[in-house]
Structures are given as C-alpha cells and as structure tokens.
C-alpha cells in the first residue's frame, strides 16, 4: 500500500494474506468487502480491495464476479498492467480471445519483458487461428524463463495442436524436468503417444 493508507489497513492487508494462503477465501473476501465499505473514501485502498477479490473470484472460477472487481480496479488505476494481466486471463477462461487479446496486449505495452504476460497473448491469438503469431510470442516468453512450466506446457500443447509431435514432447519432457508433478505436461505427453499410436509413427505428421 502507498504512504497515504491508514495504518490499520496494513494490519487488515497482512490478515487476509493470511486466511489466502490458509487457502480460507471466505474469510479474505469478508475482509475485503469490509476495506469498500469501511475505507470507501480512500481510493487506494478501494483500489486494491477490487483487485484483490478480483484475483480471488478468478481462482475461484467466479469468473462474472472476478471480472467486475477488476474492471473496478481497472478504473481506479488503468495503467496496471497486472490488472489487465488479470482480466485478460479472466476472458481466456471464457474463451472470449478477441476481449483476451486487447487486456494481454495493454499488459505487454507496459511491460514487454513479462514472460508471462506474452504467454497469455501467445496463447490467446493461438487458440484465434493466428497460431504464427501465437507461437512467436510464446517463443519470446520462454526465451525471458526458460524455467516456466506454464510456458513450457502452452509451446508443448501449441505444437501438439499442429501434429508437431517432436516438438510438443520436447517442451512437455522439459517441463516435467522442472516440475515432475505436472499434469498437464503429463497429459500432453500421454495425448502424443495416444495420437502417434494411432498413426503408427514417431515422428512428425
């Protein structure tokens, strides 16, 4: 929080940071709900209290909920690109790619070094046909983390999606070097043996 907040707001930021990683949301949605109320007045804290449940109902899936607190944050200060980030990937969930594309590229104009902000664009002008496009971007974001999973599992189901067999298991086995739990990289690699079984080869279509 800025230098302007009430000091009480950093004791109620600290406490629903708690119950988050308690993975008790109720109780941090509560807390938020009461900063609009109680702290109406203070557009910073307003502010972060939307962007918070934002983030909130967007893992919870409630996504009609997650997208109307971040717009809310959005209006308070609509050059974070974090919050656009976050909507982006709100309207990806919908599989609305053309909302998806403009959040993740307001995202990327203020910071275009973010791997994962250009994953989410890759991975939204993918799945709009203009997969080129879609893998140059997913291409420039594992280039800035060569280590992120998500990265490595979008590149391995891009190029799964375009029959490149060899190249889909070259970035779903790195991905589970790094993260040997991955079920999607461990789905990924399962699809390529189904679909190059069913072909009777190894190699690329």
């Not at 934002?54 to 909920?65: A, C, P, S």
Request: aromatic content about 10%.
């Amino acid at each position: 929080m800025g230098s302007d907040a009430a000091p009480e707001l950093h004791t109620i930021w600290s406490e629903a940071k708690n119950h988050i990683e308690q993975g008790d949301y109720d109780k941090a949605i509560e807390i938020y709900k009461y900063v609009l109320i109680r702290y109406s007045d203070n557009d910073i804290a307003v502010e972060y209290a939307n962007a918070y449940l934002g983030d909130i109902y967007l893992t919870l899936r409630q996504l009609d909920l997650a997208e109307s607190h971040i717009k809310k944050a959005i209006d308070g200060r609509p050059d974070n690109p974090g919050y656009h980030y976050l909507l982006g990937f709100t309207y990806s969930l919908r599989r609305q790619w053309g909302k998806a594309i403009g959040e993740f590229e307001a995202a990327v104009d203020k910071e275009p070094n973010n791997g994962e902000y250009l994953r989410g664009l890759g991975w939204a002008l993918h799945c709009t046909g203009d997969k080129a496009k879609g893998l140059d971007y997913l291409h420039r974001a594992i280039n800035l983390e060569p280590t992120s999973v998500n990265i490595l599992n979008d590149l391995a189901a891009a190029y799964l999606s375009g029959l490149q067999f060899n190249r889909a298991r070259e970035y779903a086995e790195q991905a589970m070097r790094i993260a040997p739990g991955s079920s999607v990289a461990r789905d990924i690699l399962d699809d390529i043996d189904r679909f190059q079984g069913d072909r009777g080869q190894s190699g690329e279509a």
